[in-house]
């Protein structure tokens, strides 16, 4: 029996999250901002109908927004990522065979042949997603992960659902799908093509295989088997982690060595804990801070450090990041942005020393995870940590943590 795969993506991911909590943003444009309030990173439908840009900085979106009554909000990430984590397990009870591929997306694959049968587990995977979290979902099937992709991008233009099982199916959907909307084309490749007279997804479906390798290497002829119904990428597996990365720019600009130590401990204490989610160690740890790119003389100060012994304790990290902070930092520069990233990732099973059993996770980190996991972020923090932090991001407009902060519980 031939398997299909099945592409579920939530439809604008970040509004649906704001509106499954506050009912008031149905129907009305809303967009969500990036860190610090800086750009609009997701738009309702009728947002975009008022043709406000991804990616716009909202300073220049801002009077569109006012003129239009757009409700704008702050990112509120641990309340996305929360909710992704509830679709996704929702997900996992349709098939033993599952890829999460982006916050928003996954794939499933299925052993079903017919359409009534496929029909029928999407209409059910859509209504119990929206039952059960409020996140509508669209829904897309095909004999590929690409022809999947295409069958989405279709859904998502109709009634949510939308299967390319049939040779004629697929044909009329690729001949109205342009080739940069191709999953996998983009920009650049759309332009080769187009000089090559390949315009639309079922140009490049009839393109010779072999004359799209020598353009686009392997995978540009894999991509023209998948849209021919031949499976080239199946299914992947959680992929490890190279590295651990976390920067932020700052609300304000930071003038003074200990307000940029106590950042720079609080990305450490983020990153470690993010380690630990991971049952990996790092035996590398770098930092940077710097002022505007746009300042005449702009300053980058940036440190590589190679542990003793590969860790997971924050206690360990800070340390190691404190004692080289004071050396790098100039009074009176504007810093206005700092990240802490690391590297060398491993599981604890691949660090062995000549003095026997190591504890990789020490019984104090355990418990401090514990804590905060269950009674919420911050409850307990290290003593380095206090103190007012006027140069965290700006969000003006975050609404509560509705299903990770007690004190932020939605009250009715």
């Known amino acids: ?21 506050n009912p008031f943003y149905q129907g009305k444009p ?29 300073f220049k979106a801002s009077k569109t927004c006012l003129e239009n009554n757009v409700h704008v909000l702050s990112s509120n990430y641990e309340l996305y990522g929360d909710m992704s984590e509830r679709v996704m397990i ?16 996954a794939f499933l694959k299925v052993p079903l042949s017919s359409q009534e049968a496929l029909q029928q587990i999407a209409l059910i995977i859509q209504s119990r997603v929206l039952k059960w979290t409020g996140i509508p ?36 959907s690729l001949k109205n799908l342009p080739v940069e909307d191709v999953w996998g084309v983009g920009k650049k490749r759309a332009q080769k093509l187009k000089s ?19 353009l686009f290497t392997v995978t540009g002829e894999q991509l023209v088997f998948e849209l021919n119904g031949l499976s080239c990428w199946d299914l992947s597996e959680k992929t490890p982690k190279q590295q651990i990365q976390f920067t932020r720019s700052f609300n304000r600009p930071i003038t003074t060595l200990n307000e940029m130590i106590k950042a720079l401990i609080d990305y450490t204490t983020r990153a470690a804990e993010k380690l630990r989610e991971e049952n990996l160690l790092t035996g590398c740890i770098s930092f940077y801070f710097r002022t505007s790119k746009w300042d005449k003389n702009p300053i980058y100060q940036e440190k590589v450090l190679l542990l003793e012994a590969a860790t997971n304790d924050t206690r360990t990290l800070i340390k ?14 504007l810093y206005k942005k700092a990240g802490i990233c690391l590297h060398d990732l491993k599981p604890p099973s691949t660090h062995k020393t000549l003095f026997g059993t190591q504890e990789y ?13 269950t009674f919420g972020k911050n409850t307990v923090f290290f003593a380095s940590q206090l103190g007012s932090k006027p140069w965290l991001m ?14 932020e519980i939605l009250q009715i």
Request: hydrophobic share 40%.
């Open 1 to 21: 029996m031939t398997p299909f795969y099945i592409l579920v993506d939530c439809n604008n991911f970040y509004v649906s999250c704001e509106r499954a909590f």
């Open 30 to 58: 809303v967009v969500v901002l990036s860190n610090n309030d800086g750009c609009i990173i997701a738009r309702s439908q009728e947002a975009k109908n008022l043709g406000l840009i991804m990616g716009e900085p909202y």
């Open 90 to 105: 929702i997900l996992k009870q349709f098939s033993f065979e599952y890829e999460l591929y982006s916050i928003d997306e």
């Open 137 to 172: 979902v669209s829904i897309g099937i095909g004999p590929t992960k690409t022809l999947a992709k295409v069958a989405n991008y279709w859904a998502k233009k109709g009634c949510g659902i939308s299967l390319l099982l049939t040779q004629k199916q697929i044909e009329h």
């Open 196 to 214: 090559c007279n390949i315009q639309t997804a079922l140009d490049l479906q009839r393109a010779p295989s072999k004359f799209i390798r020598k």
């Open 320 to 333: 190691v990041i404190t004692q080289k902070v004071p050396a790098l930092f100039q009074e009176n520069a």
């Open 361 to 373: 996770t020490p019984k104090l980190m355990c418990v401090l995870d514990q804590l905060n996991k």
């Open 394 to 407: 700006a969000s003006s407009y975050r609404t509560p943590r509705y299903t990770t902060c007690w004190e």
